[in-house]
């Protein structure tokens, strides 16, 4: 596991922790925010990494310092599996959309933790960390139902989660947009819910003054030109909904063979 540190200034660190977990499960980045002692980690990930990441995430906070918030983007299990296991070893709270409260537990949430875990309201919240306030931003329906972002304002990093996400790509940073797109156009389309969806979130997102987007998979986005060239492409996507209708809807499946 690589530990990148993406800003840091003093008080203040972003760092990613990335992991190319070997066999099937796909490659996930977990990101990692610390303000003075305050600790944040985002979308852990499932059992594979768990050990890898909580061993990292303890020793990056330092002693004294304290791991205060588990965010949870979404419900899936390569962000949330994990969970109890970062209940049960820190004093952490787990934050994951009101929509996904009743069903993460399934994971296995001991009841000794269940009450750690809480539901972000849909529109989001600020949240305390530290010295700084970080923003957990809506982006529902990309890809999930009840899905959330966070914008650190001091780092200026929006953290995207599936939004923004590229599989199998060899470089961390994306040096060439129009080069990259293609390694992103599937994975968008079929999990993104809509077009409609997309545009709503880029209105958001040119609002923010950001220097980097950072996704759970794959390469990160750096600058502000680059970041401008993913909120234009994603404005004019069509994916889910769009291309569902477009192909015709829905019809029994087609049979193989025989
Ligand atoms: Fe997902």
């Keep these: ?7 840091d200034d003093g008080s203040h ?4 922790l990335e992991d190319y977990s070997d066999g099937a499960a796909v490659q996930a980045n977990q990101h990692l925010i610390i303000d003075g002692r305050s600790g944040m980690i985002l979308d852990p990930g499932g059992h594979k990494v768990y050990s890898k990441v909580l061993a990292e995430t303890l020793q990056r906070i330092g002693a004294g310092g304290r791991l205060d918030h588990v965010f949870l983007s979404h419900q899936d299990p390569d962000i949330v599996a994990a969970v109890n296991g970062w209940l049960m070893t820190t004093d952490a709270i787990a934050h994951v959309s009101k929509l996904w409260v009743r069903f993460v537990p399934h994971f296995g949430l001991d009841r000794l933790v ?13 949240m305390r960390l530290g010295d700084t306030e970080l923003a957990i931003v809506p982006a529902h329906f990309l890809h999930s139902a009840g899905n959330f972002q966070v914008y650190d304002p001091r780092s200026r990093i929006l953290y995207t ?3 923004g996400a590229s599989v199998d790509v060899p470089y961390r940073e994306v040096p060439d947009f129009d080069a990259h797109a293609p390694n992103m156009l599937g994975f968008h389309q079929r999990y993104m819910a809509s ?9 958001m997102a040119r609002g923010l003054d950001i220097e980097i987007i950072a996704p759970q998979h794959g390469a990160l986005f750096r600058g502000k030109e680059m970041v401008g060239k993913f909120i234009d492409w994603i404005s004019t996507l069509e ?13 029994m499946p087609p049979r193989s063979g025989t």
């Design 161 to 163: 989660g599936d939004l």
């Design 239 to 251: 994916a889910g909904i769009d291309l569902l209708t477009k192909n015709g809807g829905y019809a």
């Design 13 to 16: 660190r972003n760092v990613l």
């Design 1 to 7: 596991m690589a530990a990148i540190v993406m800003f």
């Design 114 to 126: 269940i009450d750690r875990l809480k539901g972000i309201p849909d529109a989001g919240q600020w």
């Design 195 to 203: 077009g409609s969806a997309l545009r709503a979130w880029a209105d």
